[in-house]
């Protein structure tokens, strides 16, 4: 007869089918609390795995009470409901924060309890759980999907008769472990009777069988081993690896290094020690995942050269990090640094940056990783002209690349005609479009320098047949202000000619949209012409000429400390707004005064009765003796023999002392003088160095005692 004494059941246990396994449970352990008067709280915690195995947690599970000494006796049954508690999600403990385990590592985890009478007997009650099966991928068992599991906890007759209550484990078992990296992982429990603890490995127990996976009541003891797969694996080597995985006695300080990626079965024991005798064992049976951890990495793309502007904007592709600190390397804003994931930054200068990206700044776990990028100076410039060749109920038109680059030379052009709904592409340097129906088309140019440079320009443009021209037929403008107005804006017919009159203040009569810049007001008709003399068009645009406005201080460079009086042409009947109105002892008035610090430029914006705002500017110059210009550094020279520009040197006629140096993109310093005569003539060691942007530094001290210092880069033109 199966020795029971008591057995905790659920209702309806037993209509579960006798071959639900489940392969879910990853691990489990048992404690108990006494209450007093023999009153027990029992707890039962159980580890499932949350994406492999079914079912989910037992509802209901049971448990079973057996007699540690007693085997003859008749017993009887009893049934305690036990409460489910909601699961909970493990988090994994790698045993270093650096780690980071793969986003499918996940253990659930619940807790059932109960409270039960037990009265005292001779030798105590042995408490039971059993399931069957265990995973198939375990590596450390033989057929480990035969293999059951039984989770129990004894209370012998000194615990008993004492009230005592079974230690507590601090913290979960460890759900994943990262292979070929050392682990250490508290395993220690707290007792609440004050008992001294003793943590061993263990031989996790065998339990319920394939034939008989969720046994009701529970088997009866004893309860074996599970089947190490030995060797290599016994109790002593539970995950193999060297360090061999082992348990400090005193702190229960788990550590490791495993080699071999799996699934391992591991069990874990608290022995329980009073005035030096073993009241009771604590038993934890666990599943622990080793497998390959993520760690920080750093990384991030940026284009290797940037031409067009300063500004570089990198692409951030690290791994398993949330935290980022960039390092620009900018020498001339040398705090340059951003904690966006996806920074962009602007440059002072042209040159070569390295760019240095800090992943996990601060921590143990931080990861570098650094880039290049080249910065130019935009050098290449995209341009074409348009010739209308034909005109009939189709445009043939001949395009003409006039791009240029100053630094190197157009290798490639990639060009894109688009009109309706139609796609046309070319690779040749002036290739020539028919275009088949009337309305707006658009030809893009992609030009591509041999040094990697690019440059696009879009010109956009109408394609009609000599329709009624859409001109504006009243345009304004204001006397003096200097910009002259287009007559026909809105786009020439294909293949016409033109013919403005009266020609007076245009800058071509003959053009299909000329500039006018008449002083006084003004119609200007135009008559046009297709490419055949079949279509003659007239249309008139009148330009009204507003009343000038001048603006012209008594003197525009001034010492620090000066006043100068400003003269705008006046009229009472205008209105006067000076901005900014720093400096200024009235803004509102034609004629301030102005006594400014520094180098300033004031806009005037005059109002006439007629609606016409015109806008002026004035700059004034406060100046010292030792400032640009009065010392000129010069961005470029031609060291080619022509007489012209072919050195490199700090110019004035106030230097008292200069250094100059200079380097290249790779900071060897290839020209250093202190003579003010003497410049650079692009030369290093006797020999000519290539055309590029070099780095100098220059410090100079003018008569009078002030100094003057500037850096940056000088490009070498041959």
Request: net charge negative; with cysteine.
């Amino acid at each position: 007869m199966r020795n029971l004494y008591t057995f905790i059941l659920l209702s309806a246990l037993f209509l579960l089918p006798s071959t639900a396994r489940a392969t879910h449970i990853v691990g489990g352990e048992m404690t108990y609390t006494c209450l007093g008067n023999n009153m027990y709280q029992i707890k039962l915690t159980i580890f499932r795995d949350c994406y492999n195995g079914v079912p989910w947690f037992d509802s209901p599970a049971s448990i079973g009470f057996f007699r540690i000494n007693d085997t003859d006796t008749p017993h009887y049954k009893i049934l305690v409901p036990l409460d489910l508690m909601l699961n909970d999600t493990l988090d994994p403990d790698l045993g270093s924060e650096c780690f980071v385990a793969p986003p499918n590592v996940c253990v659930h985890t619940t807790s059932y309890t109960t409270t039960v009478e037990l009265p005292y007997i001779p030798g105590g009650y042995n408490i039971v759980y059993q399931r069957c099966c265990r995973n198939v991928t375990i590596s450390n068992l033989i057929s480990p999907e035969d293999v059951g599991a039984t989770y129990s906890i004894q209370i012998g007759d000194q615990a008993l008769l004492e009230c005592n209550s079974s230690p507590e484990f601090n913290n979960w078992p460890p759900l994943y472990l990262c292979v070929n990296q050392p682990f250490s992982i508290d395993q220690s429990a707290v007792d609440p009777d004050g008992d001294s603890l003793v943590y061993v490995l263990c031989d996790p127990l065998n339990g319920a069988n394939p034939a008989d996976p969720m046994p009701q009541p529970p088997n009866a003891p004893p309860y074996f081993q599970v089947p190490w797969l030995d060797p290599p694996y016994n109790v002593n080597n539970q995950i193999g690896g060297m360090p061999v995985m082992a348990i400090d006695p005193v702190t229960g300080l788990l550590t490791g290094t495993p080699n071999t990626i799996g699934q391992f079965v591991i069990g874990i024991c608290v022995e329980e020690y009073r005035n030096g005798v073993l009241i009771g064992t604590k038993r934890r049976d666990y599943q622990v995942n080793i497998g390959v951890c993520d760690i920080a990495t750093a990384a991030f793309f940026t284009p290797d050269l940037v031409c067009k502007s300063f500004t570089v904007n990198v692409q951030n592709q690290s791994l398993s990090a949330d935290d980022f600190l960039w390092f620009f390397n900018d020498p001339n804003n040398p705090g340059a640094t951003s904690t966006l994931p996806n920074p962009t930054y602007t440059y002072s200068d042209t040159g070569l940056y390295n760019i240095v990206l800090i992943a996990e700044p601060g921590t143990v776990c931080s990861d570098t990783f650094s880039a290049q990028v080249q910065i130019l100076p935009h050098s290449i410039f995209a341009n074409f002209n348009i010739v209308n060749v034909d005109c009939a109920d189709s445009l043939t038109i001949q395009v003409t690349d006039s791009s240029l680059d100053t630094l190197s030379s157009v290798e490639y052009w990639q060009w894109t005609l688009q009109y309706g709904t139609t796609t046309v592409n070319s690779t040749l340097q002036n290739p020539i479009f028919v275009i088949k129906e009337s309305g707006q088309a658009k030809i893009t140019l992609v030009v591509t320098a041999d040094n990697g440079c690019t440059d696009t320009l879009t010109q956009t443009f109408p394609v009609v047949f000599l329709n009624d021209p859409d001109l504006n037929e009243v345009v304004a403008i204001c006397k003096g202000d200097g910009d002259a107005v287009e007559l026909n804006p809105n786009g020439a017919f294909p293949g016409a000619t033109y013919n403005w009159t009266p020609p007076d203040f245009l800058d071509d009569p003959t053009s299909p949209n000329p500039l006018a810049s008449p002083d006084t007001t003004t119609t200007y008709t135009v008559s046009i012409d297709d490419a055949n003399g079949f279509c003659h068009i007239e249309k008139s645009v009148t330009i009204i000429v507003s009343p000038e406005v001048t603006v012209t201080p008594l003197l525009d460079t001034i010492l620090q400390g000066q006043s100068v009086p400003i003269f705008a042409t006046e009229d009472p009947t205008y209105t006067y707004v000076w901005s900014p109105a720093n400096w200024l002892d009235f803004n509102d008035i034609p004629n301030p005064v102005a006594t400014p610090d520094e180098s300033i430029t004031y806009t005037l914006t005059v109002t006439d009765t007629n609606g016409c705002v015109v806008e002026r500017n004035v700059v004034i110059f406060v100046l010292t003796l030792c400032e640009e210009p009065y010392v000129f550094v010069p961005t470029g020279f031609t060291p080619n023999g022509d007489g012209k520009n072919d050195t490199f040197k700090v110019i004035g006629n106030n230097l008292d002392e200069v250094y100059i140096a200079v380097y290249n993109r790779w900071g060897e310093k290839v020209f250093e003088s202190k003579d003010p005569a003497v410049g650079w003539d692009g030369t290093y060691k006797g020999k000519l160095l290539p055309p590029d942007a070099y780095g100098f530094y220059v410090q100079v001290k003018c008569f009078g005692g002030l100094d003057f210092f500037k850096k940056g880069n000088v490009t070498l033109l041959r």
